[in-house]
């Protein structure tokens, strides 16, 4: 397999594939993509995808250009690696914690970027922010209290994939979720997030091309 992904200090849509694929002990190459180089990007992305975005995985004569959809597929294809938890209440709600991910947080995404070669830096909270942040707190505070962590449903399943990017925004940005109404349970899973192997092999990566 290969994971086609973008540049890994900006990329959060790369960054949660990457995990999974990581954590099934998948075997898989990489091809790294320069975003924000306008038509050169374009230019990158073509050969590998249709769509003209990344990440994209290519098994075989197989193309799959969403991030859940190939999370999805990881799962299915390594079942021993237990992406999913096992239990139908918990796999329902980290999928449905996933889902809300992938498609909601628009002020989040907007206004706190991930940037992991950037110093601690302070952002403006806006209402909508501000909402957001309310909503991320409800979500892990709710898991995290039904399913006792150390996870948002347990075990590490690809709900914590989606949620490491906005893990790596808090941090960058100086957000405690405590401040939003959370316990202190999620501000310490968010640093657990942060504190994965995997997420530092990543970080590591990501830090060395941006000195490169």
Do not use: N
Request: glycine share 6%; aromatic share 10%.
């Amino acid at each position: 397999m290969e994971l086609v992904v973008g540049t890994k200090r900006w990329s959060t849509w790369s960054l949660r594939p990457w995990l999974v694929l990581r954590k099934a002990g998948a075997q898989f190459s990489e091809t790294l993509i320069d975003l924000r180089q306008g038509d050169v990007t374009q230019g990158q992305i073509a050969p590998h995808s249709p769509f003209g975005q990344v990440p994209v995985l290519k098994d075989g004569d197989l193309l799959i250009w969403d991030s859940l959809a190939i999370c999805e597929y990881v799962a299915e294809r390594h079942p021993e690696a237990r992406l999913w938890p096992e239990d139908p209440a918990a796999r329902a709600q980290a999928r449905a914690a996933s889902a809300l991910m992938h498609s909601g947080f628009a002020a989040l995404r907007s206004a706190c970027p991930m940037a992991l070669d950037q110093a601690p830096a302070s952002v403006e909270i806006t209402e909508a922010l501000a909402a957001d942040l309310k909503r991320l707190a409800t979500l892990w505070d709710l898991m995290l209290d039904r399913y006792g962590g150390p996870f948002l449903a347990g075990s590490w399943s690809i709900a914590d994939a989606f949620f490491t990017p906005v893990a790596a925004r808090l941090r960058t940005y100086q957000l405690a979720l405590t401040d939003f109404g959370a316990g202190p349970a999620a501000d310490a899973y968010g640093a657990r997030l942060l504190e994965d192997a995997d997420f530092r092999v990543w970080e590591a990566d990501a830090k060395a091309a941006a000195r490169a």
